[in-house]
């Protein structure tokens, strides 16, 4: 069907043109960009229109703003970081995220796992097996062993050695950290067995057993999703 065509804000607008300037390479990371009134002359539009665009592009990790005597707005360095950080800003402000991040974290952490059993290196095993130990001696203090869960969930994912998935695998678990350390402080018995499923998967990945890898971790971040779903029923 044929539908009325929506009107783009202006603001929008100058954002998708400064957007394609710093894609076609026009504007360079490390540019400054001109004062807001010499762009909203240069562009015929009002200044708070381009005060808009200018806060949408800093929120999406293309500028940052400095002050000082030689502040100004400029060109950031697009990473992977910075197109992540404002996507986990905009997951945050959805009510429903923490469930949807779970059913994301088991994709990821799977494809990790098998990633991990084809590639980790003896530095991947040792960092691992030194989270492992840590969250061991932690529980044994009495502690949740978060600290060492979560460094050997990072350690896991820097061994698949892609950096993109990395990055993403790192967002959910920040994203869920504090569902994910309570469930193992109050939850009796859950650090011991989050514990030794680590082990389990630890020993896999270090047999490079990729099937055996995937189906432990599959395993465990089901059973941390369904503590976390039951708080959030």
């Known amino acids: ?22 894609k076609d390479g026009e504007l360079k990371p490390g ?26 592009l800093e929120m ?20 992977i970081d910075t197109i992540i950080s404002p996507f ?16 994301v974290r088991l994709v990821l952490e799977i494809e ?10 003896e530095d991947d095993l040792v960092r691992m097996s030194e989270a492992v130990t840590a969250m061991e001696l932690q529980i044994q203090a009495g502690e949740s062993g978060f600290s ?8 896991l994912a820097k061994a698949a050695h892609n950096d993109v998935l990395e990055q993403f695998v790192a967002m959910c678990g920040d994203l869920l950290e504090i569902e994910r350390e309570s469930h193992l402080r109050m939850i009796k018995g859950e650090s011991k067995k989050a514990l030794n499923q680590h082990k ?18 599959g395993k465990h971040i089901l059973n941390i999703s369904e503590l976390i779903r039951k708080d959030h029923s």
């Open 148 to 155: 060492g869960d979560n460094d050997f969930h990072h350690a």
């Open 1 to 22: 069907m044929i539908e009325p065509v929506k009107k783009i804000r202006l603001y929008e607008s100058i954002t998708k043109q400064l957007q394609r300037l710093i």
């Open 60 to 79: 999406m990790g293309y500028l940052e703003s400095r002050v000082g005597v030689n502040g100004g707005t400029f060109i950031k360095q697009l990473t």
């Open 200 to 217: 389990g998967i630890l020993k896999a990945i270090s047999a490079g057993n990729e099937e055996q890898a995937q189906a432990l971790m």
């Open 112 to 121: 990790v796992s098998r990633l991990a059993a084809l590639r980790r290196t």
């Open 88 to 103: 986990s800003t905009l997951l945050i402000q959805n009510e429903n995220y923490i469930i949807e991040l779970l059913e």
């Open 31 to 56: 540019d400054q960009l001109p004062p807001e009134r010499e762009l909203a002359v240069r562009m015929n539009v009002s200044r708070p229109s381009i005060r808009e665009a200018l806060r949408t």
